[in-house]
């Protein structure tokens, strides 16, 4: 078992993605979302719709980086030649061997692409057969229909909901649905499955 490298600069990629660890400077590169897709953050537990919003989003993305909790990307469309979002692993736990993968966001143009699929076979592919990870976990707000299904399309498995488990926005609660993918389950077909719908 190999721990994750939070000093090091995990860099991801294939012929369609690249993800790199985001960096301070990389504000300017998200700052369109932020002004200019303001749906994108509907569901988010951390919003970040406005120039400040993403500046606060960004600041804690690199403070929970450098507390050894998560692990922040910016990913690259490479066919469009243009940046495509945000992901991150999180609530890394090395005594259990468990991360979280999630505060995943994608501009508009970009959903519904071979860009999540991508970024996640390679995320996937980094957890379990370098990092020797033996579970990963998703969440999502029980209301996010695309976001549930899109977990759902790369293999993940629903373990149930949390309910009215953390804030949301406008001051309200929300219930949280729980999915995973085990190593094992990896191992014997989820990443083949994945494989097949690339591209």
Same mark, same amino acid.
């Given at each position: 078992?190999?721990?994750?490298?939070?000093?090091?600069?995990?860099?991801?990629?294939?012929?369609?993605?690249?993800?790199?660890?985001?960096?301070?400077?990389?504000?300017?590169?998200?700052?369109?979302? *932020? +002004?200019?897709?303001? +749906?994108?953050?509907? $569901?988010? &537990?951390?919003?970040?719709?406005?120039?400040?919003?993403?500046?606060? $989003?960004?600041?804690?993305?690199?403070?929970?980086?450098?507390?050894?909790?998560?692990?922040?990307?910016?990913?690259?469309?490479?066919?469009?030649?243009? $940046?495509?979002?945000?992901?991150?692993?999180?609530?890394?736990?090395?005594?259990? &061997?468990?991360? =979280?993968?999630?505060?995943?966001? $994608?501009? =508009?143009?970009? =959903?519904?692409?071979?860009?999540?699929? &991508?970024?996640?076979?390679?995320?996937?592919?980094? *957890?379990?057969?370098y990092l020797q990870i033996e579970r990963v976990e998703f969440r999502a707000d029980n209301k996010n229909?695309?976001?549930?299904?899109?977990?759902?399309?790369?293999?993940?498995?629903?373990?149930?909901?949390?309910?009215?488990?953390?804030?949301?926005?406008?001051?309200?609660?929300?219930?949280?649905?729980?999915?995973?993918?085990?190593?094992?389950?990896?191992?014997?077909?989820?990443? *083949?499955?994945?494989?097949?719908?690339?591209?």
């Open positions: 078992m190999k721990s994750l490298p939070f000093d090091d600069e995990i860099i991801l990629e294939n012929d369609f993605v690249l993800l790199r660890p985001l960096v301070s400077n990389d504000l300017k590169h998200l700052l369109p979302f *932020a +002004t200019k897709e303001p +749906t994108l953050w509907e $569901y988010s &537990n951390m919003q970040a719709g406005g120039k400040d919003k993403m500046y606060e $989003y960004l600041i804690y993305a690199l403070k929970k980086r450098a507390e050894k909790d998560s692990y922040a990307f910016l990913v690259f469309d490479k066919p469009k030649n243009k $940046y495509a979002g945000s992901t991150r692993f999180y609530d890394y736990q090395e005594e259990n &061997n468990t991360v =979280q993968l999630g505060f995943t966001w $994608y501009g =508009q143009e970009f =959903q519904g692409t071979y860009v999540n699929k &991508n970024c996640k076979n390679l995320i996937l592919e980094y *957890a379990f057969e229909s695309r976001s549930i299904a899109a977990m759902k399309s790369i293999g993940c498995t629903v373990e149930g909901v949390l309910r009215s488990n953390c804030s949301a926005p406008n001051n309200k609660r929300r219930d949280s649905i729980i999915l995973s993918i085990l190593k094992e389950e990896w191992e014997a077909d989820k990443k *083949a499955l994945l494989k097949s719908k690339l591209g």
